[in-house]
């Protein structure tokens, strides 16, 4: 079996789940270091910072399904 068609050769290695990891990280902090921005700005603590949370997950997500689609 030539190299590129073995299954093992599909699938991402330790340091693209790092990457993955990374970037659901710097999508989640950076959500919620906005939301506490914009509520530190308008003195509506927490609502825009659970806003930003709730935005940076639903980021990290669509990031990480996105990623996860290159090695199919």
Known sequence: ???GDR????YPGPLAYLGIGML?????LGGGALGWLLDRELATMPLFLLLG???GLALGVLATRSEL???R
């Open 1 to 3: 079996m030539p190299a």
């Open 7 to 10: 299954p093992q050769d599909q």
């Open 24 to 28: 659901n990280a710097v999508c989640l």
């Open 53 to 55: 949370l709730v935005g």
């Open 69 to 71: 689609r290159r090695y």
